[in-house]
């Protein structure tokens, strides 16, 4: 596609319910990552793919989060039993190879936890 | 670790004012840095870029230096247009290439 596709765009869970959220990087990128962003804070980086090897997981925030990216192309960050804190926007990113310095972002998605 | 800090906001200005964003950053090695903006509602794009000290990265009239021996790389524009308002973040990449981010610094123009 023309750029990095994340869905859904909004999504509003109650605690304690399972989340899936997708991320389409761009045709060909190798590098995939996952950020999360609170409000008024930068993204903060959580996991790491190159192809479809996640390199780097140092920053999940707990074992309730999980993610995936079997093909190396789509990828799939799920959050289980959510609580309030999980409520932020989480962003994706994609960039062509290992080093490449230009990553290309999503325009994420907004989870909302009540 | 690697760190990125830049200036709070809201930082906010009248069209046509020359605008100063600070980033300072703490990293090993030598890493790539860079300036991202977010337009409202809209994801993160890469402004600007440079990847070795007293490089200057420019674009849309924004620019910003490497500093390395004062480890910064503020941003600069002569002269604001109300279609720069977004929020700013400056970015750092370095051996890991998992680029780290500012806590991000908006910036309102007034016409």
């Known amino acids: 596609g023309a750029g990095v596709s994340q869905s859904p765009r909004y999504k509003v869970a109650k605690r304690g319910q399972d989340v899936a959220l997708r991320c389409d990087p761009i045709?060909?990128?190798?590098?995939l990552f996952w950020y999360q962003q609170a409000l008024g804070q930068g993204p903060e980086f959580l996991t790491y793919f190159q192809n479809e090897a996640q390199l780097d997981k140092s920053g999940l925030p707990s074992d309730r989060f999980f993610a995936e990216r079997p093909e190396g192309s789509v990828s799939t960050l799920k959050i289980q039993r959510t609580q309030q804190e999980d409520s932020a926007v989480y962003l994706c990113?994609?960039?062509?190879?290992?080093?490449?310095?230009?990553?290309?972002f999503g325009q994420g998605t907004r989870l909302t936890v009540v | 670790g690697n760190s990125v800090t830049q200036m709070e906001g809201p930082v906010t200005l009248s069209e046509e004012a020359f605008l100063t964003i600070n980033c300072t950053y703490t990293?090993?090695?030598?890493?790539?840095l860079f300036w991202y903006v977010q337009y409202p509602g809209e994801g993160l794009q890469l402004l600007l870029k440079a990847t070795k000290a007293d490089d200057k990265g420019s674009n849309k009239g924004f620019e910003a230096t490497y500093r390395k021996e004062t480890t910064s790389f503020h941003l600069e524009k002569g002269s604001v247009q109300v279609s720069d308002s977004a929020v700013y973040f400056c970015a750092l990449s370095g051996g890991s290439y998992i680029p780290t981010f500012g806590r991000g610094t908006s910036l309102i123009v007034h016409p």
């Open positions: 990293a090993t090695g030598y890493p790539s």
């Open positions: 045709s060909g990128h190798v590098s």
């Open positions: 990113a994609s960039s062509l190879a290992p080093g490449d310095s230009e990553a290309f």
